[in-house]
């Protein structure tokens, strides 16, 4: 499968690093200003999980190295890697909580204070950083 095949196999978005727009998607995938020197062959924004499984299928396939991109931040560009494919999972950032179960479905991309976001209504924490306070 090629580059044009992972794109009609996905919902997401598939940067190669001869686009247009390549270097500052790159420069995204880190926080701050001092991104590294290190470049992936391909930027996989992933829609779905089902995506993530046909972006590491590609890498297999082509003996690329993977690297993640969670969709929080990196001061040191950890998901930059030279050669690879770097899976972003900054799309994936939905909250599903079914409150008569005391379940939460949370993608990789939620952030804490997203997170405490949907749980104002109840009384749950959630331990982080950004956590209510409560008496």
């Known amino acids: 499968m090629r580059v044009p095949e992972l794109r009609g196999h996905i919902e997401g978005k598939v940067t190669a690093a001869t686009d247009a727009g390549y270097e500052r998607l790159r420069?995204?995938?880190n926080w701050n200003q001092l991104t590294p020197m290190r470049s992936p062959h391909l930027i996989v924004q992933v829609a779905t999980e089902y995506d993530v499984v046909e972006a590491v299928r590609f890498a297999c396939t082509h003996g690329m190295k993977v690297t993640v991109r969670g969709g929080g931040?990196?001061?040191?560009?950890v998901s930059l890697r030279?050669?690879?494919l770097l899976i972003d999972?900054?799309?994936l950032n939905q909250v599903s909580i079914d409150y008569e179960a005391c379940v939460a479905t949370v993608q990789p991309a939620v952030?804490?204070?997203d997170f405490n976001n949907h749980l104002a209504p109840t009384d749950w924490p959630?331990?982080?950083d950004t956590a209510r306070r409560f008496p």
């Open 27 to 29: 420069c995204e995938m």
């Open 73 to 77: 931040h990196s001061c040191i560009g």
């Open 82 to 84: 030279n050669e690879s």
């Open 89 to 91: 999972l900054g799309r």
């Open 111 to 113: 952030t804490g204070q």
């Open 126 to 128: 959630f331990p982080s």
